[in-house]
């Protein structure tokens, strides 16, 4: 299968959209991946902006595609949604040791690992970066408006991509994000697992120390619950919030919602905002 | 455990109402079940009203819960929503031999079985109608009022009990329902395993019979996408059609959504236009 072959592997109508989950060989990862992308019904006849999901571990494309409830905010937008898988995948593709949640399959962390035997598919960085966005766009009747969002590792990971590269992205959102993973169980595994123990590598990839030394910037919304059960040891909202005091006059926006957990019962709550607030910036 | 006894499994908030998982001990089925709730915010201070929703094979009460996206639109309508496993749990209940998705285990048909070794668990017609509503109205803040819908087997369940009942519901509605189970594959095999032979038996779970023979009637609105693959062989929409035209009077909607499937996409895009129709009854 080349590259540049994108395989359908369902397709759903769902608000008048289409979701549908297709499979391609990346080059990056060098594995097969799949992914799920929602198109609204204006994709039919133009071009449209794309919001990209990053999910959080243990997950895939399918928890935000069936859970999340975006596909009728996305419509009446008029917004894709490009929502890839959180790690390579398939026979060949290293995992953890002891097939640990959170190292290895299922958990990417979206950076560029440099370590053996991660380095040859872990390049989850690059692939949401580049290959994924010039695969769908080529391919797609998308737009080169983007945005990012994710949630818990996958909001790390929008904060991350999002704030290296604010010229290819137009708004930032995040949910439970894990803001300062060098200074977290979850992020110190990952790290020393995929990059080594030189633990200046690991500053490309938290957030907070982004955000704190970011000279060009982009909008940000953030919502983390306060019932969540990773809060705030390993997602450390502090830290955000700290840096992003560095931005007085910056659009920034970090939230606290009352008695909300990690859930995607929290996700659907909130969903809404978080999309009206990157259509507002894909649209302008 | 007490039959009485309501055991919470799970509580998430969501859309600012509490979305909970009860477990408890079912005297009609003879064994524990599980059930999943969503109470809105009026429920802390108010007596609200219920819809129960019943699911499709092989489903149970996580389905509905985490796809449908029904929170959102319950929370604004201060609706509660109950919902119920879909057969008798647990390693004494007696499942298909083949373990078929079909039959058995998840595959309860809403019917009060008959045939051994099924009659000692398979009372699900019993459980939803009487001691369901019994349990959580005497323990949570709801009302006698109750409206009843469901998808597929679930559609299926949801015509008949309400149907059979109508002094019980105020208005009923169907996604995909099996329509005419007594003429089609999936109703016949369980038909035949929890009833036995006698075809008379059949007739008190046929959705199209009772409606062709019933004398009061509830409010109905049916959804069925021209895409799903159970269309028609086993959902046989249209001699629910032709039982309607008996009551050219009656507030009775099928409608037929252009390429929608069977899925949970077309459930999440319909939902909002069904709990409206029922909070319409509900609340006059």
Same mark, same amino acid.
């Given at each position: 299968m080349s590259q540049d072959i994108l395989t359908k592997v369902s397709e759903h109508l769902v608000f008048g959209g289409k979701q549908i989950r297709y499979e391609h060989s990346s080059n990056t990862l060098n594995c097969k991946m799949q992914f799920s992308v929602f198109l609204p019904a204006e994709a039919e006849t133009a071009k449209v902006p794309a919001v990209y999901w990053l999910s959080g571990l243990t997950c895939n494309d399918e928890n935000f595609s069936s859970k999340a409830g975006a596909q009728r905010i996305a419509a009446e937008l008029g917004i894709a949604l490009i929502i890839p898988d959180t790690s390579p995948r398939g026979e060949g593709v290293a995992d953890d040791e002891n097939a640990?949640? +959170?190292?290895?399959l299922g958990a990417g962390f979206y950076v560029n690992a440099t370590q053996a035997p991660f380095a040859k598919n872990y390049q989850m960085y690059d692939y949401i970066l580049n290959e994924l966005p010039q695969l769908v766009e080529a391919q797609l009747p998308l737009s080169d408006k983007r945005a990012i969002s994710g949630h818990s590792m996958g909001g790390h990971g929008a904060l991350v991509i999002g704030l290296r590269n604010t010229e290819r992205y137009s708004s930032i959102s995040a949910f439970s994000p894990i803001c300062n993973p060098i200074n977290a169980a979850w992020g110190i595994k990952a790290l020393t697992g995929f990059l080594g123990e030189d633990k200046q590598q690991w500053q490309q990839y938290d957030a907070s120390l982004l955000l704190t030394e970011a000279k060009t910037l982009l909008p940000i919304l953030v919502d983390q619950g306060t019932a969540d059960n990773f809060f705030p040891d390993q997602l450390r909202t502090e830290t955000l919030i700290t840096a992003a005091k560095?931005?007085?006059?910056? +659009?920034i926006e970090i939230r606290y919602q009352e008695g909300y957990d990690h859930s995607y019962y929290f996700i659907s709550s909130f969903i809404e905002s978080h999309l009206r607030f990157h259509a507002k910036h894909l649209k302008t």
């Open positions: 640990a949640y +959170d190292f290895g560095q931005h007085e006059q910056a +659009d």
